[in-house]
């Protein structure tokens, strides 16, 4: 299927059953199977509804760049986006979970980048909204998310050029099942620091906010998308969900506040 599709491996694909269609990972290649099989996951299957072999149609073109962000989230359906971009800004602020992947990333995201323009620096947001027709964002997750490491800019037409451009500084803001608010990256454990001790008194005390030395979150693997994107300045902010339903703002504005006095 992959030689058929064009595609490689890394790259994300869609899977279309029925009315619905989530994006997904080619994690392994088989030449010698038959052409026209996918061999999937149980979660895959269960985000599309199913629980065994179904009949369905892949794609190689992962977002539909016209639909309406309307529309998008009245069908159930994924649109990327990408605002304010300037070839070598100071700061990108992704987005990968917005919609009801990880509910308030996107406006998260966006709020940060007009505080940095607002503070005159230069800065420019990448986004994707995932939606669902299930309950707030359980169905949403399964069927668009797609963890930072796994990113393939051969799926995102805009996330292609954004890595075109060097960046001081990259932020990537997500969901966390942690209790705590968690900050990983390569940037500077003292500037993830700064960060970390910022946004808690941006928030009142009210959550504890770490950095990972660390496992999963740490999120220093050299293949996840901040680090990428800024060699030196990456940080992964990973939030609890009442935390973001409760501060989505004033935390895009304290990433913004503290990033600005660094450019």
Not at 60 to 88: K, R, S
Not at 133 to 159: D, K, N, T
Not at 228 to 234: F, I, K, P, V
Request: proline fraction near 5%; charged fraction near 15%.
């Amino acid at each position: 299927m992959a030689d058929i599709l064009e595609v490689q491996l890394g790259q994300q694909i869609a899977l279309y059953h029925h009315n619905l269609c989530g994006l997904y990972t080619i994690a392994e290649l088989r030449p010698s199977e038959d052409h026209e099989v996918i061999r999937i996951g149980d979660s895959v299957a269960r985000g599309l509804w199913e629980t065994s072999s179904f009949s369905g149609v892949a794609s190689a073109t992962c977002v539909e760049h016209a639909l309406p962000l309307e529309q998008a989230e009245y069908l159930g359906d994924y649109v990327e986006q990408l605002t304010a971009f300037e070839e070598g800004a100071g700061v990108v602020v992704c987005s990968p979970y917005g919609g009801r992947i990880h509910e308030y990333t996107d406006l998260q995201g966006t709020r940060a980048v007009e505080a940095l323009q607002d503070r005159h620096a230069a800065a420019a947001s990448w986004s994707c909204k995932g939606y669902s027709w299930r309950p707030r964002s359980a169905g949403a997750e399964a069927r668009w998310f797609i963890p930072p490491e796994e990113l393939s800019e051969r799926s995102f037409r805009y996330l292609s050029q954004v890595l075109q451009s060097k960046w001081w500084y990259a932020v990537l803001l997500m969901q966390t099942p942690t209790a705590d608010i968690v900050i990983g990256g390569s940037a500077p454990p003292a500037l993830k620091q700064h960060m970390a001790s910022s946004i808690y008194s941006a928030i009142g005390h009210s959550c504890p906010v770490t950095v990972a030395a660390g496992g999963p979150w740490a999120a220093t693997h050299p293949n996840h998308l901040v680090n990428r994107l800024s060699e030196h300045g990456g940080f992964q902010i990973a939030q609890p969900f009442w935390v973001l339903q409760n501060h989505w703002c004033v935390i895009g504005e304290t990433i913004a506040a503290v990033l600005a006095e660094k450019l």
